[in-house]
Structures are given as structure tokens and as C-alpha cells.
């Protein structure tokens, strides 16, 4: 599904609305936020798809660490997760599954959860993924909604995943290359949400299917402001230009471009620029809006971090691309 698909598929449908439903479907955010009381709040998401790495446990280590990143987008701490499969009864032997179970359950036990359940279905391709429930502070929560003009943009890990993965399927990325893709993909975004909850900040998303751009036009869309990203301080994995030069290309990135050409003012950027910011990622990392008194801490303290722009006032288009 592109972009778009979703929220025109729920347009027709009515949405009612609850007090203590605070955070919902309408500002794109990465989980829903259902409040308890006064001091604490449910954080719920769910996230599957099919293979982007042969290894089954690495598949199933990537796909939890996807979803688990919902939760931290938010300011959350997971608490329970359930299992999603798809699986070709059969057809694959049944080792392969335990496998990805095995990957998904130790990535949730690091982020000190449990897998408490989850269901499967019979289906002609491996899909793997899970629904996460975690909990947060009402008065402490990140969201798309919470950025203010003269805010910085910092990234919390490098971009390329999904053209990496495209290369790696087709035999033409280097092991090295290799291992690094994979530890970015299997590494929790954990870090990045404590510090940015200790630092009292209150925007935040994780970058995912929509790309960088896809997941800042969220960002600039609900918190009424444009985003400046300046191309060539976003962080890329080894190997992405030049596998994308080789030409790696994953189908997403057309229905990201679809829907952002009318948002994006785009400078002078290149193709590749283009191709780069667009990228769908799997499992990335935190992009955070941070007020400027506070961003040596933040970079200080999350390892990997990278200021890539800046929150202006809204302009004519959503986002500006130097």
C-alpha cells in the first residue's frame, strides 16, 4: 500500500472521538496513546511484512525492533508483544518459523518486554511482525505534533536500508556493507527516547516505510510548520550511493515520491539526493525536533546522532530540501 492508501481507506469512516483517547489516527503518528489516569497512558501499535533478509532469525530480529520503535517514537516503554504470522504450511520446514520467533522474542526481551501471544495464519508468503503495547506519561509524550519553528532536526541513525536490502537480495552489497545494515536494522531505538524524555522534548517520529521525507511531512503537517533538511548532512549507511548508482531501486520509493512531489521543494537536489531522502527504511532511526539549548546534550548522549536541519515557520510547501 502507498502512503496515501490507508488514511483514504479510514476517510469515509467515521471517528469518534473520547477525552481519553489522546493520541489517534488524525496527526499520523507511530502508535496510538489511550490515557488511564492522570500519570500514565497505553502506547499501542502493530507492524508486519515480509522478508527484507534470508536469515530467519535476523528477520525476526529486524521485524520486532520495527515495531518495538513505534513505542519509542512516542516516549514510550514497551510492555508486551504479540506475534503476527504468515507462514506457507508445507512448503517451508517449520525450523524456519521457529527461527524468526526466536529473533523477534530475544530483540523484545533486550527492550525488557515479553512476548505474550500472537497469532498465525496459512499463507503463501513468510510475513512476520507484531502488535506492541507499552505505557507512558501522559505529560512526557513524543509526538508528531510538538515541533516548533527555530526546533533542529536530529537523525539518530543513517538512511538506506531499503536500498541496501535490494542489493543485498541481488548479490551486489559487500559483506561488510552487509553487517552494518544489519546491526542498524536490528538495534533499538531505546536510547534516542529516553535521553529525548529525559530532555524534556516533545517531537519526535521513527523513519520507516515513508522515508526521511514521508515521516518529516508528518512532522510538518501536524505541528503547522515546514521542515528544512540540508541533504548533505544526512547520514547514510556505507554503500547506499553506490549501490543505488548500480541500480538498486525498491518499488516504494515511487509511491513516496507520488506523494510528496507536490510538498517538497526540492532546491537543487539530484537524482540521487532525491532517491536518498526518499528511501523506504526499515527499523531506522528517531527523527527528534529539538530546541536548540538542547541539542549538544542530546547528540552527546545518543551515539550515532546527526543534526540534519532545522524547524522554520510554515512557507509555502511543507518541506525544503537545501
Same mark, same amino acid.
Given at each position: 500500500?502507498?502512503?496515501?492508501?490507508?488514511?483514504?481507506?479510514?476517510?469515509?469512516?467515521?471517528?469518534?472521538?473520547?477525552?481519553?483517547?489522546? %493520541?489517534?489516527?488524525?496527526? #499520523?503518528? $507511530?502508535?496510538?496513546? #489511550?490515557?488511564?489516569?492522570?500519570?500514565?497512558?497505553? %502506547? @499501542?501499535?502493530? $507492524?508486519?511484512?515480509?522478508? /527484507?533478509?534470508?536469515?530467519?532469525?535476523?528477520?525476526? @530480529?529486524?521485524?520486532?525492533?520495527?515495531?518495538?520503535?513505534?513505542?519509542?517514537?512516542?516516549?514510550?516503554?514497551?510492555?508486551?508483544?504479540?506475534?503476527?504470522?504468515? #507462514?506457507?504450511?508445507? =512448503?517451508?520446514? /517449520? &525450523?524456519?518459523?521457529?527461527? /524468526?520467533?526466536?529473533?523477534? =522474542?530475544?530483540?523484545?526481551?533486550?527492550?525488557?518486554?515479553?512476548?505474550?501471544?500472537?497469532?498465525?495464519?496459512?499463507?503463501?508468503? %513468510?510475513?512476520?511482525?507484531?502488535?506492541?503495547?507499552?505505557?507512558?506519561?501522559?505529560?512526557?509524550?513524543?509526538?508528531?505534533? +510538538?515541533?516548533?519553528?527555530?526546533?533542529?532536526?536530529?537523525?539518530?541513525?543513517?538512511?538506506?536500508?531499503?536500498?541496501?536490502?535490494?542489493?543485498?537480495?541481488?548479490?551486489?552489497?559487500?559483506?561488510?556493507? @552487509?553487517?552494518?545494515?544489519?546491526?542498524?536494522?536490528? &538495534?533499538?531505538?531505546?536510547?534516542?527516547?529516553? *535521553?529525548?524524555?529525559?530532555?524534556?522534548?516533545?517531537?519526535?517520529? $521513527?523513519?520507516?516505510?515513508?522515508?526521511?521525507?514521508?515521516?518529516?511531512?508528518?512532522?510538518?503537517?501536524? &505541528?503547522?510548520?515546514?521542515?528544512?533538511?540540508?541533504?548533505? @548532512? *544526512?547520514?547514510?549507511?556505507?554503500?547506499?550511493?553506490?549501490?543505488?548508482?548500480?541500480?538498486?531501486?525498491?518499488? +516504494?520509493?515511487?509511491?513516496? *515520491?507520488?506523494?510528496?512531489?507536490?510538498?517538497? $521543494?526540492?532546491?537543487?537536489?539530484?537524482?540521487?539526493?532525491?532517491?536518498?531522502?526518499?528511501?523506504?527504511?526499515?527499523?531506522?532511526?528517531?527523527?527528534?525536533?529539538?530546541?536548540?539549548?538542547?541539542?549538544?546534550?542530546?547528540?552527546?548522549?545518543?551515539?550515532?546522532?546527526?543534526?540534519?536541519?532545522?524547524? *522554520?515557520?510554515?512557507?509555502?510547501?511543507?518541506?525544503?530540501?537545501?
Amino acid at each position: 500500500m502507498g502512503p496515501g492508501d490507508l488514511s483514504r481507506a479510514l476517510s469515509g469512516l467515521p471517528a469518534i472521538s473520547d477525552p481519553r483517547l489522546i %493520541v489517534g489516527r488524525e496527526t #499520523f503518528d $507511530d502508535a496510538g496513546v #489511550f490515557l488511564l489516569s492522570d500519570d500514565l497512558a497505553l %502506547v @499501542q501499535t502493530v $507492524d508486519f511484512f515480509a522478508p /527484507i533478509v534470508d536469515d530467519p532469525y535476523r528477520f525476526g @530480529q529486524i521485524a520486532a525492533a520495527n515495531a518495538l520503535s513505534d513505542i519509542y517514537a512516542m516516549g514510550g516503554e514497551p510492555l508486551t508483544a504479540l506475534n503476527i504470522v504468515g #507462514f506457507p504450511a508445507g =512448503q517451508l520446514d /517449520i &525450523s524456519v518459523l521457529t527461527e /524468526i520467533l526466536r529473533g523477534g =522474542q530475544d530483540t523484545v526481551h533486550e527492550a525488557g518486554a515479553f512476548v505474550v501471544g500472537g497469532h498465525s495464519i496459512i499463507d503463501d508468503e %513468510v510475513k512476520f511482525g507484531m502488535a506492541v503495547t507499552g505505557r507512558v506519561h501522559p505529560k512526557r509524550l513524543l509526538t508528531n505534533a +510538538g515541533a516548533k519553528a527555530g526546533d533542529r532536526l536530529v537523525l539518530t541513525k543513517p538512511i538506506g536500508t531499503g536500498i541496501l536490502a535490494t542489493a543485498a537480495k541481488n548479490g551486489a552489497l559487500g559483506a561488510e556493507e @552487509q553487517e552494518t545494515l544489519y546491526a542498524s536494522m536490528c &538495534s533499538l531505538n531505546r536510547e534516542a527516547s529516553r *535521553v529525548a524524555v529525559a530532555l524534556d522534548l516533545h517531537c519526535a517520529t $521513527d523513519v520507516t516505510g515513508f522515508g526521511l521525507l514521508g515521516h518529516a511531512l508528518h512532522i510538518a503537517v501536524a &505541528s503547522r510548520v515546514s521542515l528544512r533538511i540540508v541533504a548533505d @548532512q *544526512v547520514p547514510l549507511l556505507p554503500g547506499t550511493r553506490e549501490a543505488w548508482e548500480a541500480g538498486a531501486r525498491t518499488g +516504494g520509493a515511487e509511491r513516496n *515520491v507520488e506523494h510528496l512531489e507536490t510538498r517538497v $521543494d526540492w532546491g537543487s537536489a539530484s537524482s540521487a539526493t532525491k532517491a536518498l531522502l526518499i528511501d523506504p527504511q526499515t527499523s531506522g532511526g528517531l527523527l527528534v525536533a529539538i530546541p536548540a539549548l538542547h541539542v549538544a546534550e542530546y547528540l552527546s548522549r545518543v551515539p550515532g546522532a546527526v543534526e540534519i536541519g532545522e524547524v *522554520v515557520p510554515r512557507g509555502d510547501l511543507e518541506l525544503l530540501v537545501a
